[in-house]
């Protein structure tokens, strides 16, 4: 599989509710994972898009993630393909990368759902969550079993960077240190 190309790649933000994230295991990680990956995808160009499931029982999008409210799709199936708006929402020919939660459920689901319909589905490993380690495991083990790139946030953000002379490669890698 290539590199996530900046100009052909998606990010998907999964259900990181402010309700839902306080018990998921290392939950202000996966926040502060998905947080880095949006504003290095702002710098480079790459569009976002967020899910909210069931957002009257679980509330909104973590604050510190700050959506674009145009940018969020209200969803009750555990995967986003079967939601209205987010098919439209994704060129075609964009690759996907996931991040939020849950591992073995909505994000999982949704992975799921994108490589049946022929998509490339990039899962960021330190960006998705669970309420436990095992189902997170489980959930990732599944979704590359069925053709998933399991990835981490850095390596999607030097994959979005293809060199050093980016003229951004300074702003995206101070994310990470």
């Given at each position: 599989m290539p590199p996530i190309n900046p100009s052909a790649a998606t990010l998907v933000v999964i259900d990181l509710q402010a309700r839902l994230i306080p018990a998921i295991q290392d939950?202000?990680?996966?926040?502060a994972n998905t947080r880095r990956l949006l504003t290095a995808a702002g710098l480079?160009?790459?569009?976002?898009?967020?899910?909210e499931q069931n957002p009257r029982?679980?509330?909104?999008?973590?604050?510190?993630?700050?959506?674009?409210?145009a940018a969020v799709i209200a969803k009750m199936t555990f995967d986003a393909t079967r939601a209205p708006g987010l098919l439209e929402r994704l060129p075609?020919?964009?690759?996907?990368?996931?991040?939020?939660?849950?591992?073995?459920?909505?994000?999982?689901?949704t992975a799921l759902g994108l490589l049946d319909r022929g998509r490339r589905v990039h899962v960021v490993a330190d960006a998705v969550g669970s309420r436990t380690h095992d189902n997170k495991a489980?959930?990732?083990?599944?979704?590359?079993?069925?053709?998933?790139?399991?990835i981490t946030t850095e390596m999607a953000?030097?994959?979005?960077?293809?060199?050093?002379?980016?003229?951004?490669?300074r702003e995206v890698v101070a994310l990470i240190k």
């Open positions: 939950g202000p990680g996966v926040v480079l160009g790459v569009p976002a898009v967020y899910t029982g679980l509330g909104a999008t973590v604050p510190d993630l700050a959506p674009d409210p075609p020919d964009h690759a996907v990368v996931l991040a939020g939660c849950e591992t073995h459920v909505c994000v999982l689901q489980a959930g990732l083990r599944r979704m590359e079993r069925h053709g998933a790139d399991i953000l030097f994959e979005w960077l293809g060199t050093a002379d980016h003229p951004r490669f």
